[in-house]
Nanobody
Framework: EVQLQASGGGLVQPGGALRLSCAAS????????ISWFRQAPGKEREWVST????????HYADSVKGRFTISRDNAKNTAYLQMNSLKAEDTGIYYC??????????????????WGQGTLVTVSS
C-alpha cells in the first residue's frame, strides 16, 4: 500500500525554523517527483516546492525561495522540507505529494497520485 506520512509541523516564532518530513512506504521515493503544497486558513492550496524524480533538481515558489530547502534521503525513503526564516504568512497545513509531472505541470495538484495527510505549521509570536 502506498503511503505518504507528513510530520514535523508545530508552533514556531517568526524567524524560526522547522523541518518537515515526508516518509514514504509502498514505493521507492527516488523514482517519483515529490512536491510540497500548503494551504493557509481561508485560502486555496498552493504549490511550495518540488524535487524531481531520478536526479535532485529542485524548484521553489518565489515566496519561499532562499528560505526553504527540499531534499531527499533515499536510504530512509523520506523527503524533507527545511524551512528557515519563517514568516506569519507561512502558516498553514503542509502536504507532500508524489507524482511524475512534466516540469510545466509541477504546480498542478490534480496530476499527483498520492498525498500525505498534512502537517500544521503555525508561525506566530
Amino acid at each position: 500500500e502506498v503511503q505518504l506520512q507528513a510530520s514535523g509541523g508545530g508552533l514556531v516564532q517568526p524567524g524560526g525554523a522547522l523541518r518537515l518530513s515526508c516518509a514514504a512506504s509502498g514505493f521507492t521515493l527516488r523514482e517519483y517527483t515529490i512536491s510540497w503544497f500548503r494551504q493557509a486558513p481561508g485560502k486555496e492550496r498552493e504549490w511550495v516546492s518540488t524535487i524531481r524524480h531520478g536526479g535532485s533538481t529542485t524548484h521553489y515558489a518565489d515566496s519561499v525561495k532562499g528560505r526553504f530547502t527540499i531534499s531527499r534521503d533515499n536510504a530512509k525513503n523520506t523527503a524533507y522540507l527545511q524551512m528557515n526564516s519563517l514568516k506569519a504568512e507561512d502558516t498553514g497545513i503542509y502536504y507532500c505529494a508524489r507524482g511524475r509531472p512534466s516540469l510545466g505541470a509541477i504546480r498542478n495538484e490534480d496530476i499527483y497520485y498520492d498525498w500525505g495527510q498534512g502537517t500544521l505549521v503555525t508561525v506566530s509570536s
